[in-house]
């Protein structure tokens, strides 16, 4: 786990409850988050070296968790005047290993993939297309090191702008109480 992440990031591991059958793994409980009401939930699979970004939210928190597989999660905080505004924090999560990942608005994330896996993630507002903007992955700008140079992307991903054109549309950091 990265020793620094964006302001309000938050990192939690899940326990398995291994036997014989399988195993059972409580993944969300809304007292572990109160101020955040996880109102629509998603399920996507991946195939291995599939990337899945860069994009960040005006309004929405995401709650996710890897069920299978292994990734790692490219997080940067663009919020004008937070205390990691910047930084670029590289997280890896293994579906062995489970751990849930708080990104608030503001912080840009992108997900690469090692092997075929699945995730779920919660997020605090409906999918709403102007609350979600993108930049290319590669963008030098970013600071982003990946595991790879030749990643399968959408059309989509492969045609976001640089990260120049998105900053005048950050929000302004707010003290987070994640």
Known sequence: MPQNLPDGV???DLTKHVDPRGYFMEVFKQKWIEELPLIQWN???SKKNALRGMRVHIKHF???I???G???YALKDLRKGSPTEGLV???HIEGKHPQSVIIPPGVAHGFYFFKPSIYVYG???YYDKEDELGFYFADPDAGITWPASDPILTERDVK???LKSIMSQMPAWHASST
């Open 10 to 12: 938050k990192i939690s």
């Open 43 to 45: 399920v996507v699979k």
């Open 62 to 64: 995401d709650y996710v």
């Open 66 to 68: 890897i069920f299978e």
């Open 70 to 72: 292994k990734a790692v």
């Open 89 to 91: 924090s590289m997280v």
């Open 123 to 125: 997020v605090t507002e």
């Open 160 to 162: 976001l702008p640089p």
